[in-house]
């Protein structure tokens, strides 16, 4: 059975950083491609940042890059997003997802077959 559990999120203040992480079971993270997204009240889901099992990327979207970093640690079969200056349009509940062995980097949220079940991550001004 997979399961993708997300840690790590909170109440944090502009400006600062939050670390999240993603515990993977069921599956092994170095085969596959593992992405960040996120979802704001009323709005969809949306990609974040995602590392390829290959070496290519990582891939971020252009309001992040610069300030959060995807990294993987395939010994602890984990997935980190680690995130600076944060500011309040972060604030978002926080996915993990993960593609079928082998494929490539992507930005599609369908494009994913497993997630987890969020962590919420909340910016004040």
């Known amino acids: 059975q997979v399961q993708l559990v997300e840690s790590g999120g909170g109440l944090v203040q502009a400006g600062g950083s939050l670390r999240l992480s993603c515990a993977a079971s069921?599956?092994?993270?170095?085969?596959?491609?593992m992405g960040w997204f996120r979802q704001a009240p009323g709005k969809e889901r949306e990609f974040v940042a995602a590392?390829?099992?290959?070496?290519?990327?990582?891939d971020y979207v252009d309001s992040v890059k610069g300030r959060f970093t995807i990294s993987k640690d395939n010994a602890k079969n984990t997935v980190n997003l680690q995130m600076n200056s944060l500011k309040p349009e972060d604030t978002a509940v926080y996915y993990c997802?993960?593609?079928?062995?082998?494929?490539?980097?992507?930005?599609?949220?369908?494009?994913?077959?497993?997630w987890g079940q969020g962590t919420q991550v909340t910016v004040s001004s």
């Open positions: 997802a993960a593609r079928r062995r082998g494929e490539s980097l992507e930005r599609l949220r369908t494009a994913y077959l497993y």
């Open positions: 069921g599956l092994t993270i170095n085969s596959r491609t």
């Open positions: 590392i390829s099992w290959g070496g290519s990327g990582p």
